[in-house]
């Protein structure tokens, strides 16, 4: 069936160094998105991908990167550069429409990553 | 400098009467809004949204009441169940055909109480 998969949903890491977190959607969206979450707080734009090979920075992307090679893959990296790694991170896709009705996105699960 | 705000951040109701849900923001370029409904440790799930250009949505029991002059929206729950206890997230876009570049509110955590 049709969905966003993030993994893995707990992630420990050492403080210095890189993590990847994996997401893969089949829902053939074009456009993927990477978010934050921190207690108390609404959701927070990393990264975004509108097509294959090309991203753009949201609000906080400073200390990540992310790369588009697949339609299907949206992998977010934590670097050592992240001053508070320890978040929820939420992936998210969508259609991309020209004109017309509205859209939605739809999100993943969550990796809970945890940086000590 | 918050674009979207949820004043609220619990609320608590009785199953079966209404639960109302608000949401602020400043932006006047956002052109469509959405509410998500979110369960710890678990990805948000969409439940309604309303363009702009509309100021009422309703779906089931959840109705979606935009006052754009105020910048200002709410949801509407009728009637509240148990199973609608979670967090209710508010969002908002400049960009409503691509559904995911949002600005989300900090959330309000519902409980209907049996």
């Known amino acids: 069936d049709g969905g966003i998969t993030q993994s893995p949903k707990y992630l420990f890491r050492k403080e210095g160094q890189n993590v990847t977190l994996s997401c893969e959607q089949n829902l053939n969206h074009d456009a993927m998105y990477w978010y934050r979450q921190d207690p108390g707080q609404g959701l927070r734009l990393i990264y975004y991908s509108q097509i294959v090979n090309d991203f753009q920075k949201g609000d906080i992307a400073e200390g990540y990167s992310v790369s588009r090679e697949k339609k299907e893959s949206f992998p977010l990296t934590v670097t050592s550069a992240q001053k508070n790694p320890t978040a929820f991170y939420l992936c998210a896709s969508s259609i991309i429409l020209a004109q017309g009705p509205n859209t939605e996105a739809f999100f993943g699960q969550g990796t809970r990553l945890t940086v000590v | 400098d918050q674009q979207v705000k949820q004043n609220s951040p619990s609320l608590s109701v009785q199953e079966g009467r209404i639960s109302i849900l608000n949401c602020d923001y400043t932006?006047?370029?956002?052109?469509?809004f959405l509410w998500y409904k979110k369960y710890p440790a678990e990805g948000p799930t969409f439940l309604i949204s309303i363009s702009s250009i509309k100021d009422k949505n309703e779906d089931g029991r959840f109705t979606v009441f935009l006052n754009k002059s105020a910048k200002h929206l709410s949801l509407h729950i009728v009637p509240s169940q148990p199973g609608d206890s979670a967090v209710y997230f508010c969002a908002a876009s400049e960009d409503g055909n691509q559904g995911g570049k949002l600005i989300f509110g900090q959330g309000t955590e519902l409980s209907v109480k049996p």
């Open positions: 932006n006047s370029m956002f052109d469509y």
